[in-house]
């Protein structure tokens, strides 16, 4: 196997040109190295981690752009993340241990493009884009044209993630990122869901609302049909249990050796409704009566 650390972009872009298909990026390496083990070998290994400015967080106008190595860990311990972005934050927190956040970075979460990466609601119920370097240029993708199947997606085998740009919600907004799983720690999301909802200035309806579903569909993906019925009123108990069941419609599940597709729709019926509940509450202050 030949193995590259490039210096550059441009650099690790011919390496993928050059090499085809026998070539695989590796960042923190915790999904490539496990499928090396337990798979096969690349013909060529590029590791970009030796690559400048493609770490760091910062604030970007009214939003965050973090670059694509940037670890869990470093976006979990980050106070903007956790101030600006609280759904981004919950998630990080939830992945994993403490020593795979270490080495785990978010555009590894992202180009793996698996239906349970943690991020991926979050981003989804964000508005957020991805940058995308090719050899040809440079490409803005939003994540919700994104993802296009199990370790597919808008960055190919030929393109490199370099950042992440994430909009701040609107005033007022209230997030929050549910993950169910057998363990409470080192397991992946049997269902994953993000909400965020924004209230009207009478803190009385709901004027915006997103909902993101994962591990329950080859991609992750948002529920616009259940967002539709929400947007423009006031939650009401009858209105989160019928929002619970057309979310739990909308998933696409399937049955597989962490769950059955049945339970899977159930998880997001119950996870859906507990995230508008809770949003609902932290966002004007009232129960949903
Ligand atoms: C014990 C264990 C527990 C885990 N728990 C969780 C969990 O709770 N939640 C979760 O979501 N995941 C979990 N994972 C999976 C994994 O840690 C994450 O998907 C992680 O974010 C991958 O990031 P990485 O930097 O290690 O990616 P790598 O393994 O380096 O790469 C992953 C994929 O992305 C590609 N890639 C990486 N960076 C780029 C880039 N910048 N541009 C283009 N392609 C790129 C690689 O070619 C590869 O296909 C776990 C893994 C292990 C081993």
């Given at each position: 196997?030949?193995?590259?650390?490039?210096?550059?972009?441009?650099?690790?872009?011919?390496?993928?040109?050059?090499?085809?298909?026998?070539?695989?990026?590796?960042?923190?390496?915790?999904?490539?190295?496990?499928?090396?083990?337990?798979?096969?070998?690349?013909?060529?290994?590029?590791?970009?981690?030796?690559?400048?400015?493609?770490?760091?967080?910062?604030?970007?106008?009214?939003?965050?752009?973090?670059?694509?190595?940037?670890?869990?860990?470093?976006?979990?311990?980050?106070?903007?993340?956790?101030?600006?972005?609280?759904?981004?934050?919950?998630?990080?927190?939830?992945?994993?241990?403490?020593?795979?956040?270490?080495?785990?970075?978010i555009g590894g979460n992202i180009c793996r493009a698996s239906p349970s990466g943690e991020t991926l609601t979050p981003l989804l119920v964000?508005?957020?884009?991805?940058?995308?370097?090719?050899?040809?240029?440079?490409?803005?993708?939003?994540?919700?044209?994104?993802?296009?199947?199990?370790?597919?997606?808008?960055?190919?085998?030929?393109?490199?993630?370099?950042?992440?740009?994430?909009?701040?919600?609107?005033?007022?907004?209230?997030?929050?990122?549910?993950?169910?799983?057998?363990?409470?720690?080192?397991?992946?999301?049997?269902?994953?869901?993000?909400?965020?909802?924004?209230?009207?200035?009478?803190?009385?309806?709901?004027?915006?609302?997103?909902?993101?579903?994962?591990?329950?569909?080859?991609?992750?993906?948002?529920?616009?049909?259940?967002?539709?019925?929400?947007?423009?009123?006031?939650?009401?108990?009858?209105?989160?249990?019928?929002?619970?069941?057309?979310?739990?419609?909308?998933?696409?599940?399937?049955?597989?050796?962490?769950?059955?597709?049945?339970?899977?729709?159930?998880?997001?019926?119950?996870?859906?409704?507990?995230?508008?509940?809770?949003?609902?509450?932290?966002?004007?202050?009232?129960?949903?009566?």
């Amino acid at each position: 196997m030949d193995y590259f650390e490039p210096k550059s972009i441009g650099d690790a872009l011919s390496l993928l040109a050059k090499h085809g298909a026998a070539a695989k990026l590796i960042a923190g390496g915790t999904d490539v190295m496990v499928d090396m083990k337990f798979k096969e070998e690349p013909g060529c290994l590029v590791n970009i981690k030796k690559i400048p400015g493609l770490g760091g967080i910062r604030e970007n106008g009214a939003g965050l752009r973090i670059g694509a190595l940037t670890t869990i860990r470093e976006i979990e311990a980050n106070a903007l993340v956790r101030e600006k972005l609280p759904v981004l934050w919950e998630a990080s927190h939830q992945f994993a241990s403490l020593q795979v956040r270490d080495m785990a970075t978010i555009g590894g979460n992202i180009c793996r493009a698996s239906p349970s990466g943690e991020t991926l609601t979050p981003l989804l119920v964000l508005e957020a884009k991805g940058i995308l370097a090719f050899a040809e240029g440079e490409k803005t993708e939003p994540f919700a044209s994104f993802f296009q199947g199990p370790g597919k997606s808008a960055v190919g085998s030929n393109g490199l993630l370099t950042a992440i740009e994430i909009p701040y919600p609107a005033p007022g907004s209230k997030s929050v990122y549910l993950k169910h799983a057998v363990r409470g720690a080192m397991d992946i999301a049997m269902v994953g869901v993000a909400v965020l909802i924004t209230p009207d200035a009478a803190k009385n309806s709901l004027q915006d609302v997103r909902i993101g579903l994962g591990a329950v569909a080859p991609t992750p993906l948002r529920a616009p049909k259940t967002e539709a019925l929400l947007r423009g009123k006031p939650l009401t108990a009858a209105l989160v249990k019928e929002a619970g069941a057309l979310a739990a419609a909308e998933s696409k599940p399937i049955s597989d050796q962490r769950s059955s597709a049945e339970y899977r729709r159930w998880i997001v019926e119950a996870l859906t409704r507990r995230g508008l509940e809770q949003t609902w509450k932290a966002a004007t202050g009232k129960e949903v009566a």
